[in-house]
């Protein structure tokens, strides 16, 4: 992006006010935060348009030292944390139509699964412990805590070959992926953690199994919710463990169908030796679309974050040969969720792809 652009992304922080607003109007208030997304935002996308430079590289190290980039991201994990804590709070002592449940479940999958998982995507790929400490934090909110096991070990590795769950084939619809995806990266994190663990000659029903780890950590806080909210009203309150259980799974559905897009159809050579070709910068679809690319931390810059997975969101790049998608992810998704169009825009894409491939 340009070398001026800082200040976009702040653009996510939006969202989080938008929701709170929009749940306080009550009404047809509640569907506002969907609404702006996947129908705004894709819009906006069309008409600011796109913007392909990549950083200078006299400011690179400017960028990577610059801490504002990384406080950006821990203060989406105390905003995040504390907007999910006021709905629980706003659920429990109000009585909420049936209209009004679905619009609220729908702000938290934009908030916890759009925008909180690419955040917690973000720090997992860091280095840091304390980063990997907040990035699993934000995944433990949406019980999909083995994500960090299985992307950044499993995802990254077997990307765009027949061992990931997490890449779509050509003529495979979105609904067909998503139980691929879901329950494949389960079965890939715990066997990847079998690995390890058998490595290190320690018991796979322990602790030191990180997946088992993850997913006590989202139990108890399912646990600690409920149980307080129930003793805040009296008796328990089955409304917000559904609350959590529902917005958690659109969260986990909004997450693997970006998977879906990021990857559809796209697959890697397999060499004489076995072996599959090293990940390149046509491996990924891509988009530079201004909007989008601020709200979800230039996440849409895919095959620069697989290239080098540890390289910060503010200095991806976008390069020549990359296959581009013709909107952001938000009005990507809503494509797919119609495969008949889906695959009449992406496959002409795609057989450009192998001519050029």
Not at 80 to 104: A, D, P, R
Not at 259 to 268: A, L, S
Not at 306 to 319: G, I
Request: hydrophobic share 45%; net charge positive; aromatic share 14%.
């Amino acid at each position: 992006m340009r070398n001026t652009s800082s200040l976009g992304y702040l653009l996510a922080f939006v969202i989080p006010f938008i929701v709170i607003i929009s749940i306080n109007l009550g009404g047809y208030y509640f569907f506002l935060p969907t609404i702006l997304v996947f129908i705004g935002l894709p819009i906006l996308d069309y008409l600011v348009g796109t913007d392909s430079s990549n950083i200078d590289k006299e400011f690179v190290n400017q960028y990577l030292h610059n801490h504002y980039f990384k406080f950006i991201t821990f203060a989406w994990v105390l905003v995040q944390t504390g907007v999910f804590i006021y709905i629980c709070y706003f659920i429990t002592v109000n009585q909420l139509s049936k209209f009004e449940w679905i619009g609220i479940t729908l702000s938290t999958m934009i908030l916890n699964g759009g925008i909180g998982i690419t955040v917690a995507h973000e720090l997992g790929h860091k280095k840091n412990n304390l980063e990997r400490i907040l990035g699993k934090f934000l995944l433990v909110q949406v019980c999909y805590g083995h994500f960090y096991i299985e992307h950044n070990r499993g995802h990254h590795v077997y990307v765009s070959t027949p061992s990931d769950p997490s890449s779509a084939k050509k003529n495979q619809s979105l609904y067909a992926f998503l139980p691929q995806a879901i329950f494949g990266g389960i079965k890939s994190a715990w066997h990847l953690e079998c690995q390890r663990l058998a490595i290190k000659k320690q018991a796979v029903f322990s602790i030191h199994n990180e997946a088992i780890r993850l997913w006590i950590w989202s139990l108890l806080l399912l646990i600690t919710i409920t149980g307080v909210s129930s003793i805040y009203i009296g008796y328990f309150n089955y409304s917000i463990l559904l609350y959590i259980i529902t917005s958690s799974l659109l969260s986990i559905l909004i997450l693997e169908g970006v998977n879906y897009i990021e990857h559809y159809g796209i697959e890697r050579k397999l060499l004489p030796d076995g072996k599959y070709e090293k990940v390149n910068p046509t491996h990924s679809w891509n988009t530079n679309h201004i909007i989008s690319n601020f709200l979800l931390f230039q996440l849409q810059r895919h095959s620069d974050h697989h290239m080098t997975a540890s390289k910060p969101y503010q200095l991806l790049n976008q390069y020549e040969d990359s296959p581009q998608l013709p909107n952001g992810y938000p009005g990507m998704i809503l494509l797919a969720l119609i495969p008949s169009l889906w695959f009449k825009l992406m496959n002409s894409k795609l057989n450009d792809w192998k001519t050029s491939n």
